[in-house]
């Protein structure tokens, strides 16, 4: 038995140590399948699908060895940065934590690929696409196995990237560019918080790995610990879109739906809470920032499900929903250890259901060429299947007891109501804000008639059929009958897995998670039996029954008028947010631009310089060099004697050093 | 060994090379000159090493004079082109290379 423990922890040093390859290999391909062109087109999508499919072998490999010697493992690989007395080292670390994220991402990303195969199957793109997701997954993997914040940002910034090129993926479409330019600018505003957190480490703490930080912060005292949770907070709030920096996801929507399933609802917009995990103990050696953290979570809660339940687009309706969901991950993190282990719970199962539930969301869009909601409907009768996968999704999500959703959910809401009754109903009204936009959805893109006959307008945010925008939106849009496309295999293999781990993925995590990640934040959450309901449970449940009647009631009074006003003000786009940034911060930034320019151009350069003499800088520069210039006159002696007078002065003035 | 009288002759024939650079038009005496500041410089050089007893200011004045040969050679070249293009040594003549 020793012999073979040793046999297998070696095993583990061994596979752990190569960690690096699993970031190495879909980095390589995404370089072949992005410097290849239209040579790949044949090959690249299954390059592709391979580049993330060998990672997620390694990573069920690795979490199989690690199941007999759950060891953390920290592979060095060589020294990034030595600045003074602070080093910077390529480590991966492979831990409790670490190692979960390695399967969701490669996982999903797997599923998420294998679906994309399918679904861009006529795009001429394909390939690019394939690259960029290839790129993003190395990003990610990295991002997770970093162990220290200067490795972590490097994969935040490379996810920064990725996402962007994925959401303006159709860059014909200005909406698209518009919206990868969006993410991208409220995505630096993030990464100057990541910045400023580690320059704080770098000075005060001297060190950035996660395991040497908080006992350095605590020694350097002060308010550094606070300085450096506000700042990661704010990189966490963009990253995973909460409260002040929330208003990119929506339009993030614009990017291919798979790539929405894997980066903008399962794993990318985790990578903040991911941030928020890694520095619980930051958090716990500064209680106010904490309880901000606890804050955003809850706000973000509310207003993401506000936006789900006033969005008249399938996409996003689904991106309010990974917002208000995110935000029970942030609020859950900002619980403190105990809420850091339920936080991971729920990120696994939100990260199966909800890419469940936009690949669904994907296979609609595919089969019947649009996805706004005044146009869907009827769809149980035409796609049974796209139904039932959407209800495991559905079931999970609203936390339906033994599905996947109603564990993690349970949990934080418990660990919430520990903390304050005020938090712990918090949590509960967003049980019934979850179960009513959900069913309102579901009721809106099932039951009922299709509304597509009856509606004969022609704009179009449709998701992937009019990338010829002029030239398509008449024959889907206005056709009374749309035709139903089939679902290709590649894009149902996928939804059944992510739609069984829905339902049965809460049930098999439940109290094995607890054990498993007591190491990682030194504390044993309390672990329920699967089958144990207390009073919590009991309300959470009633709650969310009334949520489905109050959207059921919603439906039944609905008129077909209704589909057909404007969305009301207070509830486009994401409640003002995107008014409070044209006005708060684009609009003061184009004029100190504007003021900019024009100093430059009447004070420094400008076209018509010599006509009206305002050009300061020809000015300045001519008139210094026109007195320069007379020196040079062409007098071999004057320049001997300048020589002359030059070393005169320079011996007198060593001289009167020397004196001195 | 008191070093004051070499340096004191190495400073004169210093200042009249440079006397001479400055001063003279001919660029034939002009390199003359400056052969003449060479030479005080290495006076120094040669003083100060038997002053310290180490040979170091003596291979440097070996520098010096290897250097100052190469130099003739380029310098003497480049007097003789101008005095072919201009029919002239004066420096004074020789001032094309202006603003």
């Known amino acids: ?660 | 060994m008191s070093p004051n009288a070499y340096l004191i002759v190495s400073a004169v024939l210093f200042c009249v090379g440079l006397s001479g650079v400055l001063l003279r038009r001919n660029a034939l005496v002009v390199f003359m000159s400056v052969e003449v500041m060479l030479n005080a410089a290495n006076l120094a050089l040669v003083t100060f090493s038997k002053v310290h007893s180490v040979l170091d200011g003596q291979v440097a004045a070996f520098f010096t004079m290897v250097v100052a040969a190469a130099e003739v050679v380029v310098g003497l070249a480049i007097i003789i082109t101008i005095f072919r293009s201009k029919a002239s040594l004066s420096l004074d003549d020789a001032r094309r290379l202006r603003h």
């Not at chain 1, 993926?169 to 330019?181: C, D, G, H, S, Y």
């Not at chain 1, 994907?362 to 149980?380: D, S």
């Not at chain 1, 109603?406 to 005020?422: G, N, Q, R, T, V």
């Not at chain 1, 044209?582 to 009447?602: F, K």
Request: aromatic share 10%.
């Open chain 1, 1 to 660: 038995m020793g012999m073979n423990m040793l046999l297998l922890e070696s095993g583990f040093t061994r596979w752990a140590g190569a960690s690096w390859l699993v970031i190495a290999l879909p980095l390589l391909v995404a370089a072949v399948l992005l410097s290849a062109g239209a040579l790949s087109d044949s090959w690249g999508h299954w390059l592709g699908v391979a580049g993330i499919a060998v990672p997620f072998c390694y990573s069920i490999l690795l979490f199989c060895l690690m199941l007999s010697a759950p060891e953390p493992f920290t592979s060095t690989l060589y020294t990034w940065l030595s600045l003074g007395t602070v080093k910077v080292g390529v480590s991966l670390l492979v831990d409790q934590l670490s190692i979960l994220f390695l399967l969701l991402v490669t996982g999903v990303g797997m599923l998420v690929a294998v679906y994309t195969v399918g679904y861009l199957a006529h795009d001429a793109g394909r390939r690019r696409c394939f690259g960029y997701i290839n790129l993003f997954i190395a990003a990610m993997l990295l991002l997770v196995l970093a162990d220290n914040y200067g490795l972590l940002f490097l994969g935040w910034e490379g996810v920064g990237l990725a996402s962007y090129l994925l959401i303006g993926f159709w860059q014909e479409r200005n909406a698209a560019a518009l919206a990868a330019k969006k993410a991208f600018l409220m995505n630096r505003v993030a990464d100057l918080g990541l910045l400023t957190a580690i320059a704080v480490l770098f000075t005060q703490a001297g060190t950035l790995r996660f395991s040497a930080v908080p006992a350095a912060l605590q020694e350097a005292g002060g308010p550094w610990a606070g300085i450096v949770g506000v700042a990661l907070l704010l990189a966490a709030c963009g990253k995973s879109a909460q409260v002040p920096l929330q208003s990119w996801l929506l339009d993030a929507m614009e990017g291919p739906t798979p790539v929405s399933a894997l980066i903008h609802a399962a794993t990318m917009v985790t990578a903040g809470v991911y941030l928020m995990l890694r520095s619980v103990p930051v958090y716990e050696l500064a209680p106010t920032v904490r309880v901000v953290v606890v804050l955003i979570g809850v706000l973000t809660l509310f207003l993401g499900a506000w936006i789900a339940m006033t969005e008249r687009n399938l996409k996003r309706v689904l991106a309010g929903s990974t917002m208000s969901q995110v935000g029970y991950l942030m609020l859950a993190a900002g619980l403190g250890p105990v809420g850091a282990v339920f936080a991971v719970f729920h990120l696994l199962t939100h990260g199966v259901f909800k890419a469940d539930l936009f690949l669904t969301a994907g296979a609609i869009t595919e089969a019947v060429g649009f996805n706004e909601l005044r146009k869907l409907g009827g769809l149980l009768k035409l796609l049974p299947w796209t139904f039932a996968a959407f209800t495991c999704g559905y079931l999970a999500i609203i936390g339906v007891p033994f599905l996947s959703g109603f564990y993690s959910k349970e949990h934080i809401i418990a660990a919430a109501w520990a903390d304050s009754p005020l938090l712990g109903v918090c949590a509960l009204l967003g049980v019934g804000l979850t179960a009513c936009y959900m069913t309102r959805l579901l009721l809106l893109l099932f039951a009922g008639k299709p509304r597509w006959q009856d509606t004969y307008d022609t704009d179009s945010t449709s998701d992937k059929h009019d990338t010829d925008d002029t030239a398509d939106t008449e024959d889907t849009n206005t056709a009374a009958d749309v035709e139903i496309r089939r679902t290709p295999a590649s894009m149902a293999f996928p939804l059944v897995v992510l739609s069984l781990l829905a339902l049965v993925g809460g049930l098999a995590l439940n109290g094995w998670l607890q054990s498993w990640l007591a190491p990682v934040f030194s504390v044993t959450a309390p672990a329920t039996n699967w089958l144990h309901f207390d009073w919590l449970s009991y309300t959470a449940i009633g709650v969310m029954l009334v949520g489905v009647l109050v959207a059921v009631v919603w439906y039944r009074k609905v008129t077909p008028a209704w589909f057909e006003e404007p969305v009301p003000a207070i509830a486009s786009p994401g409640l003002y947010a995107d008014i409070i940034m044209e006005r708060g911060i684009v609009a003061p930034s184009v004029r100190l631009t504007s003021g900019v320019t024009w100093l430059e151009q009447r004070g420094l350069d400008s076209d018509a310089a010599d006509a009206d003499g305002t050009d300061g800088l020809w000015l300045g520069l001519n008139g210094v060099s026109a007195l320069v210039l007379r020196l040079q006159n062409g007098s071999v002696r004057t320049y001997a004697l300048l020589c002359s007078i030059g070393v005169v002065v320079v011996l007198a003035l060593m001289l009167f050093w020397v004196w001195m």
